[in-house]
């Protein structure tokens, strides 16, 4: 069992950056996927961006251009470069690992708290 970490959550000013970050006790290089996910109060979670162990990325449309995700594998971390925050980023974001598709690896962070004020 793997455990997630993340940081670099708080409060900021819209138009401001975060970096958050995703610490693995483990390896992350056998993750075929590592992404993040946000929670608003009241709604669903959603996905807001994946890399894959080959490095490729993919994002939620309200967020490119102003996040970039990235991983470094020597350190066991995943990070979330947030920029260009809105009002509307706020919520809880998580950190998730993915396995292979046949296998049941899908592992959680606790969760961080971004807030954005406008």
């Known amino acids: 069992q793997v455990q997630l970490v993340e940081s670099g959550g708080g409060l900021v000013q819209a138009g401001g950056s975060l970096r958050l970050s995703c610490a693995a006790s483990g390896s992350i290089f056998s993750f075929n996927k590592m992404g993040w996910y946000r929670q608003a109060p009241g709604k669903q979670r959603e996905l807001v961006a994946v890399i894959t162990s080959g490095g490729s990325t993919n994002y939620a449309d309200s967020v490119k251009g102003r996040f970039t995700i990235s991983r470094d594998n020597a350190k066991n971390t995943v990070y979330l470069q947030m920029n260009s925050l809105k009002p509307e980023d706020t919520a809880v974001y998580y950190c998730?690992?993915?396995?292979?598709?046949?296998?049941?690896?899908?592992?959680w962070g606790q969760g961080t708290q971004v807030t954005v004020s406008s």
């Open positions: 998730n690992a993915k396995g292979a598709p046949w296998s049941t690896i899908d592992y």
